[in-house]
């Protein structure tokens, strides 16, 4: 009950009246010989108490030596990592063990706890934290991340400075986030990201020509029976449009309400944007063996990873490494099918474009789940985590989860 209570005090934000009393409790908690109240209290003395500032500075170094260690129970641990956030001003190697823990194997949901304790604080130094090791970071990991720095102008500055510096490649965000970047509220962040963005945008200069010269035929009167048979030959085995077809990749149908001059870019040039729910990953395990395929499920025990044709699942205490190639499954050449073929098979893709709309739905929400949605914005583990993501239909009708 006192480590709740002393936990439900350090989020105040109001700082009471130091008094000799408040010391003597504050210093009488802290030599709790009970752990979990002595850490609980570390953050309020912190905060409350310079005149303790001493003592609690003795308990800053095997508190960080219990945080390194991964065998520390991971509610502990966690119970750690908070107290010494909230201590971080008196302790400067916090941040630098902060920034360890998140670039290393930690569980991913403790992750998550602690980018949320980060985001909390408003501080820039939390901000530097989240940008230090945000490439080492799961996609998942990385859009707990990305909405606390997108929450704070500063923070969102440091990280655009990252990707100027090259020390971030802002391709690994996804065509979701890179939009978010670019309308940022902050007008003078969008507009500086906007820039940015532009000068890593790598079209690749013969992609760009082929899609000009393809264009003219592509978006003419196609023959929709021929390009039913093109799907079934060459897009079925990964993708799925109305009944036909496999669930690989990006499920197709209703996708044609983008035109066909949006599709054709996407056929000749799979890798210009990729979304992080369909990059490969390539992992190695300990006995040598190679797979690749997009990560289709994880958790603290195993990673499973989706293919065509068959899924993988890997142990994790198997995982020699993992990388992520930031490209799509998706195979380049396909132009090799020909002017028609392709003038064809959008045409037959894009038959039913009449009976969907793409709506822009952020005006209408009444809650954000890549944020906090009950106690605070910045609580970003409060809130609704989706089974999937990407895109996902419902009753037909499909829907890009962020």
């Known amino acids: 009950m006192k480590r709740v209570l002393l ?12 008094t000799g009393e408040l010391n003597a409790a504050l210093r009488t908690l802290l030599a709790s010989p009970n752990p979990a109240v002595s850490t609980a209290a570390l953050p309020l003395v ?20 219990e945080l390194d260690n991964a065998s520390t129970p991971e509610t502990r641990r966690g ?9 971080r001003e008196i302790a400067p190697e916090v941040l630098p063990a902060i920034t360890r823990l998140l670039k290393g194997p930690a569980n991913s949901g403790f992750k998550r706890q602690i980018i949320s304790a980060l985001s ?49 490649n802002p391709n690994t965000l996804g065509p979701a986030n890179i939009f978010r970047l670019r309308t940022h509220p902050a007008k003078e962040i969008a507009s500086r990201a906007t820039t940015l963005l532009d000068s890593f945008r790598k079209v690749n200069p013969d992609k760009e020509a082929l899609v000009v010269k393809l264009l003219p035929v592509v978006t003419g009167l196609g023959d929709r029976t021929k390009g039913r048979e093109i799907f079934n030959s ?14 690989v990749g990006p499920v197709l149908t209703g996708m044609g309400a983008h035109g066909a001059s949006n ?49 993988v699942e890997v142990p994790k205490d198997r995982i020699k490494s993992r990388v992520n190639t930031h490209r799509s499954l998706m195979p380049e050449g396909l132009e090799a099918l020909g002017e028609e073929a392709l003038r064809d098979l959008l045409a037959f893709l894009c038959e039913d474009a009449g009976q969907y709309r793409v709506l822009d739905l952020s005006k209408a929400f009444t809650a954000d789940t ?29 829907f890009n989860i962020v």
Not at 234 to 247: F, M, R
Not at 273 to 296: C, H, I, K, P, R
Request: aromatic share 6%; net charge negative; with cysteine.
């Open 7 to 18: 936990e439900a005090a350090a989020a105040l934000k109001a700082k009471p009246e130091a």
């Open 46 to 65: 912190a905060a409350w108490a310079p005149e303790n500032h001493a003592a609690a500075r003795e308990l800053i170094d095997p508190l960080v030596a």
């Open 79 to 87: 119970q750690v990592a908070s107290a010494l956030i909230g201590a």
């Open 120 to 168: 909390a604080t408003g501080d820039k130094a939390a901000g530097a934290v989240l940008v230090a090791a945000f490439a080492e970071l799961t996609p998942v990991e990385q859009d707990a991340a990305f909405n606390g720095l997108l929450a704070r102008p500063e923070w969102t500055g440091a990280f655009l400075d990252a990707v100027e510096k090259r020390e971030l």
């Open 234 to 247: 060459a897009c079925a085995v990964c993708h799925k449009y109305n009944d036909l077809g496999n669930e």
């Open 263 to 311: 599709l054709l870019v996407h056929i000749v040039d799979p890798n210009r944007a990729v979304d992080a729910g369909y990059e490969v990953w390539n992992v190695e395990t300990n006995d040598g063996q190679f797979q690749s395929g997009m990560l289709a499920q994880e958790n603290d025990t195993r990673l499973v990873l989706k293919m065509i044709g068959a899924q």
């Open 370 to 398: 890549r944020r906090g949605l009950y106690q605070s914005a910045e609580a970003l583990n409060d809130t609704l985590k989706f089974a999937r993501y990407g895109l996902q239909t419902a009753e037909g009708v499909p």
